[in-house]
């Protein structure tokens, strides 16, 4: 269960690795569930969830405007289903949505509006946190890439809105199963299935969003271990360097 991760860092990064413009606000370094955190999406987004900012047809004037295909929005890390009641259930609710199995996504009640309505995103990472339960107590780890670029995570996103008007713009990460994954199967509490992010190749990024569908499950694959390291969290929050 990935449930912290490490946002980006420098600012310059999110144009260099993801085309899009920095945060206009800054994001804290460990992003937790219910806390705001980032997100990449098409400019161009299903109807009744439209895109902030822009009018009825953003795609249109995202292209005449001479805009990016993507947008980078801030929203709250935890799903919150548009069937949801209110705002304190969307409270409840979200700190378990954090995580969407991939396997499941389709029929579960959580997660299947968004999935089917096309509302992929790409949550931009500089690692994610797993805990190491081999010495018998917990250790935060730091899961980065080998070559300390930043991740992609598949993801979803929603648009809540509440009987006042209030609105809240949430999105989770995808999972997979990670049992036989040579690195995070060493990870998380024993007994328990693994499961680990589906980390997005980068030359994937623009077909997972545009994807339909029944296709977009193709993009969801575990990483290559030797693609990653890890390292425990030293205090002050963040692993050794390399």
């Not at 219910?34 to 999406?41: E, L």
């Not at 947008?71 to 919150?80: R, Y």
């Not at 999935?115 to 994610?128: D, E, H, S, T, Y």
């Amino acid at each position: 269960m990935s449930t912290q991760y490490e946002s980006i860092r420098p600012a310059t990064v999110y144009p260099e690795a993801f085309r899009v413009a920095a945060p206009e606000q800054p994001i804290g370094l460990q992003v937790w569930p219910r806390q705001p955190g980032v997100f990449i999406r098409h400019v161009a987004v299903p109807a009744g969830a439209e895109s902030e900012g822009l009018g009825d047809n953003p795609t249109e004037e995202a292209s005449e405007a001479g805009k990016p295909p993507h947008e980078l929005v801030t929203g709250q890390f935890g799903l919150v289903p548009r069937w949801v009641k209110s705002a304190s259930d969307a409270r409840l609710r979200s700190t378990k949505l954090v995580n969407a199995p991939s396997e499941s996504v389709t029929t579960s009640t959580n997660f299947r509006q968004a999935w089917l309505a096309g509302q992929r995103c790409i949550v931009p990472v500089m690692a994610f946190i797993e805990e190491d339960w081999r010495s018998g107590k917990a250790v935060p780890t730091r899961i980065a890439r080998v070559d300390g670029k930043p991740m992609g995570i598949a993801g979803l996103w929603e648009r809540w809105t509440g009987a006042d008007g209030e609105v809240i713009t949430s999105f989770c990460l995808l999972t997979l199963n990670a049992n036989t994954h040579a690195l995070i199967s060493r990870y998380q509490q024993p007994g328990n299935e693994k499961r680990m992010p589906a980390i997005l190749n980068e030359g994937g990024f623009d077909a997972w969003l545009g994807a339909r569908p029944e296709k977009a499950r193709e993009f969801v694959r575990a990483y290559p271990a030797n693609w990653l390291l890890a390292n425990p969290v030293q205090k002050g929050g963040r692993g050794r360097e390399w």
